[in-house]
């Protein structure tokens, strides 16, 4: 979405309601083997809640439902980490950022891909100790 700073706005006629969003920013960021998507909304009325769509090379070009995230308010930053890409490989994931208002109408606000591949392997505590044990 051009500069993502398009306001999206809903009449609800018969209520006299505005609702809308209006997102300042969406992005999505690799830091070590987590995905890290942040987004902020200077407006933020009539909403239900956020979704947090991803797809992988995994989920055959679908995108997945990964997050719900109740709304803030304006002005407030978002941020969602993932910690699910790392157990597979993928070359692209991308992301869709959705909201549903209050009527139970869906929109679509942005949408980010980026290339992602681990780069090391995530190690629990019982695998580094099993590593030094005879």
């Known amino acids: 979405m051009g500069g993502l700073g398009a306001l999206l706005v ?20 690799v830091k070590e083997n987590d995905l890290v998507i942040t987004w902020q909304a200077n407006r933020e009325e009539g909403v239900q809640r956020y979704e947090l769509r991803r797809r992988t090379p995994a989920s055959k070009g679908q995108y997945v ?24 490989s993928a070359d692209e994931v991308a992301y869709q950022l959705w909201v549903i208002y209050l009527d139970g ?6 949408e980010q891909a980026i290339n992602y591949t681990p ?5 629990t505590w019982g695998s580094i100790k099993a590593m030094f044990q005879r």
Do not use: C, H, M, N
Not at 105 to 110: F, R, S
């Open 65 to 88: 439902l990964v997050a719900q995230i109740a709304p803030q308010g304006s002005g407030k930053l978002y941020r969602y980490v993932d910690r699910q890409v790392y157990k597979q």
């Open 119 to 123: 780069t090391a392997v995530r190690r």
């Open 105 to 110: 109408t869906a929109q679509q606000l942005a």
């Open 10 to 29: 809903i009449w609800l006629g018969s209520w006299g309601l505005l609702v809308g969003v209006e997102l300042d920013f969406f992005k999505v960021a």
